[in-house]
């Protein structure tokens, strides 16, 4: 069947919350609204008020609620409607959320989903268009996932629910109405695997979510110029998948990441690192990372597409890195 991400997100949560009595939906305008971009529209009336809450505005307490129930045994899935907002209650995600199991020794689990869009694109400011990946690379025990495809929304959204710890899932909201083939099969997707989405052999370019899509297209036309590049879809944030980079990597001997997050601190880092550290002898030429610039997004959206990566200037860095090497052969 083709569906857009927001109806795939729809369906996972339909199919999950049929199978699992114990999976509920907590947060803001999700009820008889439907939620912002209406990926819970409907569920209200199929699964009733008490497993899907319309709550107060009030993260910290939606996220609290999230915490209690999955240490009491529920599957929660906690939508925060920005995930700027999630900055309120830091303290539950981090303090909370990502370290309950390991200070309980292992004997509390938290199967706990925060569902969350993100992103730039609608020109919504810097308070509201944030990339916040990077945020949470550094937490232990938090996993980050970011499908970029109705699929592996599906999928993945399945394999966050039913793992047994604490995931941030997040949604670009340039995505939503992305239309792809997919069944509601019921399968998880896993936490953790990449997926090549293009073959190469002249350089790797590592992305995600709708810098993905970018990527991509950056990846057709230099293609159309005879230069070949190897696309991989990191699809998990935290853990990233560095077995498939690196595989990759050793066999086009370049590297490019491109990422929606500010240029300092962002996870293309860890990937640029892994690969300096286990492949330097074989890299053809310094790892290259395509970033955002270290600014606030601005609302202006001309502006806004000077700040964060574009197909141009994805085409035109990968495409001088190939170059670069291939003229001193």
Not at 60 to 82: C, D
Not at 105 to 117: C, D, E, F, S, V
Not at 277 to 286: I, M, Q, T
Not at 297 to 326: F, W, Y
């Amino acid at each position: 069947m083709k569906t857009t991400i927001s109806g795939a997100l729809r369906l996972a949560l339909r199919d999950e919350m049929t199978r699992d009595e114990t999976v509920f939906l907590i947060g803001e305008d999700i009820g008889y609204y439907g939620g912002i971009f209406n990926v819970t529209k409907g569920l209200i009336r199929q699964f009733g008020e008490r497993r899907v809450v319309d709550s107060p505005l009030d993260e910290t307490g939606i996220l609290g609620i999230g915490v209690g129930a999955a240490i009491s045994g529920l599957r929660p899935v906690v939508e925060i409607m920005y995930v700027d907002f999630i900055t309120t209650c830091m303290d539950q995600v981090i303090n909370n959320a990502a370290k309950m199991p390991w200070l309980s020794q292992g004997q509390l689990k938290m199967p706990l989903t925060i569902r969350a869009n993100f992103g730039t694109g609608k020109g919504d400011g810097p308070q509201q268009s944030q990339c916040v990946e990077a945020w949470f690379m550094n937490v232990p025990g938090l996993t980050v996932v970011e499908p970029s495809t109705p699929k592996d929304a599906y999928g993945l959204l399945l394999g966050s629910i039913r793992y047994d710890g604490a995931v941030l899932f997040l949604e670009h909201k340039l995505l939503y109405a992305l239309q792809g083939e997919m069944e509601p099969d019921g399968r998880a997707l896993p936490l953790g695997k990449g997926a090549v989405r293009q073959e190469g052999k002249d350089a790797t370019l590592v992305s995600c979510g709708l810098m993905l899509h970018k990527a991509m297209r950056a990846a057709q036309e230099l293609l159309e110029e005879g230069i070949s590049l190897e696309v991989i879809d990191v699809r998990t944030v935290k853990p990233l998948d560095l077995e498939l980079i690196l595989e990759s990597v050793e066999k086009t001997g370049r590297l490019v990441t491109v990422e929606e997050n500010p240029y300092t601190g962002g996870w293309g880092l860890t990937v640029t690192d892994a690969v300096n550290r286990e492949l330097f002898g074989k890299l053809k030429e310094a790892p290259l990372r395509i970033a955002s610039l270290d600014v606030p997004v601005p609302v202006s959206n001309v502006m806004e597409e000077m700040v964060v990566p574009n197909v141009e200037r994805i085409k035109r860095e990968a495409g001088r890195l190939v170059r670069h090497g291939k003229g001193r052969q």
